[in-house]
C-alpha cells in the first residue's frame, strides 16, 4: 500500500468510528483530520448541540489521542490551562503539574469566554508546540492539536479573540444544523438507546495509531503543487486586499495555510497533486477568520463568506 492510499484508508477508518457516535458532520471530522495531519489547528464555530465537543472526542478515540477537555470560563487563569510547579513538603521541592494543554488533541471549549490573559496561555503552544512555566520551557506531546469552539450567536460576557489568536488557527470551519435526514436518524438512535456520551458503549475504538498519523505528515511533504496553482492561491489572496469590502485582507501567512490545506484535503481525497477545486473547497475555512470587513458593509448585511464568495466567484480559475 503507498503512502497515499495509507492515508486514504486512515480518513475512511477514522470516518467509520466517528459515524458510531456523531450522525453525519463528515466535514468536521476531515477538517480535524486536516489539523493532525498538517500540524494546524481547527476553530469550530456552532450553535450549542451540534456535536462540536463528541467530534472531537470520537476522532481523539479513533485515532489512539489523549484527550483533555478545558472549560473556558471568566475566572479562569492561565496556570489553569499550562499547568504550574508546585512545592512538595516531603521532598522539599518544587514538582511540575502539568495542565491540560499537555494532551495530544486539546478541547479548548467556549474559548472567547475567558480574558485575553487567559487565551493568550495557549498562544505558545498553538505556535511553537511548548510552554513555558516559571522560565521552563517544557515540549508538548506530538501530534498536538487545538480544538477550539465558540457559539456565534451569543456574546454577552465574551472576548473576541484578538487577530494574534486568530491567526494561530489554520482554519475556522462553521458546524451547521444536520441535515433533515440526518436529524430523522440522531432521533431514531436516541429511541434506540444510544446516548452519545459514553463513547466506549457506542463502540467507537482506536483505528489509527499516533505513528500513522505523523507518517501522514511525510507524505504531505510528497503532494505536488502545480506552479498556476500556486499562482491560484497567491491572487486569491490578494484579491481579499482589493475588495472593497473587506477592511483588512488576507496575510502572505493566510496564503501558506491555504495552500498547506488544499494540500492535506488533496491528500485525503487519495491524490499527490493539488487541483484548484482544492484550493477553492479549502478557501473559507482558511480564510474567513483572517479577513476584516468595511464597518458599512456589515451594516448592510455582508459576511465574510459572502467576500469570499464574491472573490473566489472574481479570480480566474487555472486550466
Given at each position: 500500500m503507498s503512502e497515499?492510499?495509507?492515508?486514504?484508508?486512515?480518513?475512511?477508518?477514522?470516518?467509520?468510528?466517528?459515524?458510531?457516535?456523531?450522525?453525519?458532520?463528515?466535514?468536521?471530522?476531515?477538517?480535524?483530520?486536516?489539523?493532525?495531519?498538517?500540524?494546524?489547528?481547527?476553530?469550530?464555530?456552532?450553535?450549542?448541540?451540534?456535536?462540536?465537543?463528541?467530534?472531537?472526542?470520537?476522532?481523539a478515540r479513533a485515532v489512539d489521542a489523549s484527550f483533555k477537555r478545558i472549560q473556558f470560563s471568566p475566572d479562569l487563569m492561565p496556570a489553569d490551562v499550562v499547568g504550574t510547579n508546585v512545592f512538595d513538603a516531603k521532598r522539599q521541592e518544587f514538582t511540575l503539574r502539568t495542565g491540560p494543554v499537555f494532551a495530544n488533541i486539546v478541547l479548548a471549549d467556549e474559548i472567547?469566554?475567558?480574558?485575553?490573559?487567559?487565551?493568550?496561555?495557549?498562544?505558545?503552544?498553538?505556535?511553537?508546540?511548548?510552554?513555558?512555566?516559571?522560565?521552563?520551557?517544557?515540549?508538548?506531546?506530538?501530534?498536538?492539536?487545538?480544538?477550539?469552539?465558540q457559539n456565534p450567536v451569543e456574546y454577552e460576557g465574551t472576548y473576541p479573540l484578538p487577530e494574534a489568536q486568530l491567526d494561530r488557527f489554520l482554519m475556522k470551519v462553521t458546524v451547521t444544523y444536520p441535515s433533515a435526514d440526518d436529524e430523522h436518524a440522531i432521533l431514531a438512535r436516541h429511541l434506540g438507546g444510544a446516548q452519545g456520551v459514553d463513547l466506549e458503549t457506542l463502540g467507537v475504538t482506536p483505528v489509527v495509531g499516533r505513528a500513522?498519523?505523523?507518517?501522514?505528515?511525510?507524505?504531505?511533504?510528497?503532494?505536488?503543487?502545480?506552479?498556476?496553482?500556486?499562482?491560484?492561491?497567491?491572487?486569491?489572496?490578494?484579491?481579499?486586499?482589493?475588495?472593497?469590502?473587506?477592511?483588512?485582507?488576507?496575510?502572505?501567512?493566510?496564503?501558506?495555510?491555504?495552500?498547506?490545506?488544499?494540500?492535506?484535503?488533496?491528500?485525503?481525497?487519495?491524490?499527490?497533486?493539488?487541483?484548484?477545486?482544492?484550493?477553492?473547497?479549502?478557501?473559507?475555512?482558511?480564510?474567513?477568520?483572517?479577513?476584516?470587513?468595511?464597518?458599512?458593509?456589515?451594516?448592510?448585511?455582508?459576511?465574510?463568506?459572502?467576500a469570499l464568495d464574491d472573490v473566489l466567484a472574481a479570480v480566474p480559475v487555472p486550466r
Amino acid at each position: 500500500m503507498s503512502e497515499i492510499e495509507r492515508v486514504r484508508s486512515i480518513e475512511a477508518a477514522v470516518r467509520g468510528e466517528v459515524a458510531k457516535a456523531v450522525v453525519g458532520q463528515e466535514r468536521v471530522v476531515d477538517a480535524m483530520l486536516v489539523g493532525l495531519i498538517t500540524g494546524g489547528h481547527i476553530l469550530l464555530e456552532g450553535v450549542p448541540g451540534t456535536a462540536k465537543t463528541l467530534i472531537a472526542r470520537a476522532v481523539a478515540r479513533a485515532v489512539d489521542a489523549s484527550f483533555k477537555r478545558i472549560q473556558f470560563s471568566p475566572d479562569l487563569m492561565p496556570a489553569d490551562v499550562v499547568g504550574t510547579n508546585v512545592f512538595d513538603a516531603k521532598r522539599q521541592e518544587f514538582t511540575l503539574r502539568t495542565g491540560p494543554v499537555f494532551a495530544n488533541i486539546v478541547l479548548a471549549d467556549e474559548i472567547n469566554r475567558t480574558p485575553p490573559k487567559t487565551q493568550a496561555s495557549l498562544l505558545e503552544a498553538m505556535q511553537e508546540r511548548r510552554v513555558t512555566i516559571d522560565g521552563t520551557t517544557h515540549a508538548l506531546p506530538a501530534p498536538f492539536l487545538v480544538v477550539a469552539t465558540q457559539n456565534p450567536v451569543e456574546y454577552e460576557g465574551t472576548y473576541p479573540l484578538p487577530e494574534a489568536q486568530l491567526d494561530r488557527f489554520l482554519m475556522k470551519v462553521t458546524v451547521t444544523y444536520p441535515s433533515a435526514d440526518d436529524e430523522h436518524a440522531i432521533l431514531a438512535r436516541h429511541l434506540g438507546g444510544a446516548q452519545g456520551v459514553d463513547l466506549e458503549t457506542l463502540g467507537v475504538t482506536p483505528v489509527v495509531g499516533r505513528a500513522e498519523l505523523l507518517a501522514a505528515r511525510d507524505a504531505l511533504d510528497g503532494v505536488v503543487v502545480d506552479d498556476g496553482v500556486i499562482g491560484y492561491v497567491a491572487a486569491i489572496v490578494r484579491a481579499t486586499r482589493e475588495d472593497p469590502v473587506v477592511a483588512l485582507g488576507a496575510s502572505p501567512r493566510a496564503g501558506v495555510s491555504l495552500l498547506v490545506a488544499a494540500k492535506a484535503y488533496a491528500l485525503l481525497d487519495g491524490r499527490a497533486f493539488v487541483t484548484p477545486d482544492d484550493v477553492k473547497g479549502a478557501a473559507p475555512a482558511c480564510l474567513r477568520h483572517r479577513i476584516t470587513l468595511q464597518p458599512e458593509a456589515e451594516i448592510e448585511g455582508a459576511t465574510a463568506d459572502s467576500a469570499l464568495d464574491d472573490v473566489l466567484a472574481a479570480v480566474p480559475v487555472p486550466r
